[in-house]
């Protein structure tokens, strides 16, 4: 099992920047995929961005530029940097990770992460 925290988030004006963290454990050595997702009120868990044990990153495309996916695999930690920040970026974000390897378009699906956090509510001011 492992279990995952997430940390970061907050009120922010537009144009303002936030770093999210998403701290893992139990057997945090086995994730090979870590990826962010966003769910605002009303719509669907979205795809933010995704990174691979190697350190390979995958970005949709609402956030390309903007955004920063990164992760230190000797703390067990993936990040989120957030700059240029939109109104269209209120969300709760999630972080998820998963034991199997993806790449592309595969690690940025939700249907292919077994491990969630509880989800870190990011809010931004026009």
């Known amino acids: 099992q492992v279990q995952l925290v997430e940390s970061g988030g907050g009120l922010v004006q537009a144009g303002g920047s936030l770093r999210l963290s998403c701290a893992a454990s139990g057997r945090a050595f086995s994730i090979n995929t870590m990826g962010w997702f966003r769910q605002a009120p009303g719509k669907e868990r979205e795809s933010v961005a995704a990174?691979?044990?190697?350190?390979?990153?995958y970005y949709a495309d609402s956030v390309k530029g903007r955004f920063t996916i990164s992760r230190d695999n000797a703390k067990n930690t993936g990040y989120l940097q957030m700059n240029s920040l939109e109104p269209g970026d209120t969300a709760v974000y999630y972080c998820a990770a998963d034991r199997r390897y993806y790449s592309g378009s595969q690690s940025l699906s939700r249907n292919n992460y077994d491990y969630w956090g509880q989800g870190t509510q990011v809010t931004v001011s026009s």
């Open positions: 990174i691979d044990w190697n350190l390979s990153t």
